[in-house]
């Protein structure tokens, strides 16, 4: 079992940055991600991450914008947004696979979530 507490969320101005995180207990992780879904919108990735930080994924929209990083020591996952725009607007989900492999970009590749943390950017 994985418990997922997220933080960072807030309201920031376009061009502007935040940092989440994502904070894990219970047992070892291994691949992990982050998701986003804006009003109307069906849920997508946002990054995906192995457990040792060999292999990263990134949704192409947010690519050069957006860093996953993860510290295993602290069991955490991070998401470094910079220059966000309205179109980043959404609640942003962390996920954890409960068996080992490669990150994966699908919602049904995860096992655990966290329970959303919204991101609000104005124009």
């Known amino acids: 079992q994985v418990q997922l507490v997220e933080s960072g969320g807030g309201l920031v101005q376009a061009g502007g940055s935040l940092r989440l995180s994502c904070a894990a207990s219970g047992a070892r992780t291994s691949a992990m991600a982050w998701f986003r879904q804006a009003p109307g919108k069906e849920r997508e990735i946002v990054a995906a991450?192995?457990?040792?930080?060999?292999?990263?994924y990134y949704k192409e929209s947010v690519k050069g914008r957006f860093t996953i990083s993860r510290d295993n020591a602290k069991n955490t996952v991070y998401l470094q947004m910079n220059s966000l725009a309205p179109e980043d607007t959404a609640v942003y989900h962390c996920?954890?696979?409960?068996?080992?492999?490669?990150?994966?970009?699908?919602?049904?590749?995860?096992?655990?979530w966290g329970q959303g943390t919204q991101v609000t950017v104005s124009s």
């Open positions: 996920a954890a696979a409960g068996r080992p492999g490669p990150p994966r970009a699908g919602v049904h590749d995860y096992d655990y």
């Open positions: 991450i192995s457990w040792g930080s060999f292999n990263i």
